[in-house]
C-alpha cells in the first residue's frame, strides 16, 4: 500500500518548478520570513504576560469571591486564561508584522525613488 517510490520522487522534483527567483525576490522572501519571525516572537512574549496577568487575578477571584467561587469550574479558569492568552498573541503577532510590511515597503519605495 502506499504510493510507489518511483511515483513519489517523480511528484517531488517536479514540485520545485523550473523558475529561478530573481536576487530581488529572494531579498522579498528572506524580509517577509524575518517579519514573520519578529512577529511570532513578540507575540510569545505578549501571551505570555497576558497569560501571568489574566491568572493571577482568576485564580484569586475563584478564591476568594463566592459568586466565581460557585460558577467558575476548573474549565471556565482554563477557558478565560487561554482566551486572553491567545488574544494577545494574534493581536500583537498582527501588528507586528503588519508594522514591518509597512518598513519593509518604505524601504523598497525609497531604493526605487534612488535609481
Known amino acids: 500500500m502506499g504510493i510507489p517510490s518511483e511515483l513519489r520522487d517523480m511528484w517531488a522534483t517536479r514540485r520545485k518548478g523550473f523558475l529561478i527567483a530573481s536576487p530581488a525576490e529572494e531579498q522579498k522572501i528572506l524580509r517577509t520570513k524575518q517579519c514573520t519571525d519578529e512577529g511570532v516572537r513578540a507575540g510569545f512574549k505578549a501571551a505570555s504576560i497576558a ?53 519593509n515597503s518604505h524601504l523598497e519605495n525609497s531604493l526605487r525613488r534612488q535609481r
Do not use: G
Open 51 to 103: 497569560c501571568v496577568a489574566s491568572a493571577v487575578p482568576t485564580l484569586v477571584a475563584v478564591r476568594t469571591i463566592p459568586w466565581a467561587k460557585a460558577n467558575l469550574n476548573y474549565t471556565a479558569q482554563a477557558l478565560i486564561i487561554s482566551a486572553a492568552s491567545i488574544a494577545a498573541y494574534f493581536i500583537t503577532a498582527d501588528k507586528t508584522i503588519l508594522e514591518c510590511a509597512r518598513k
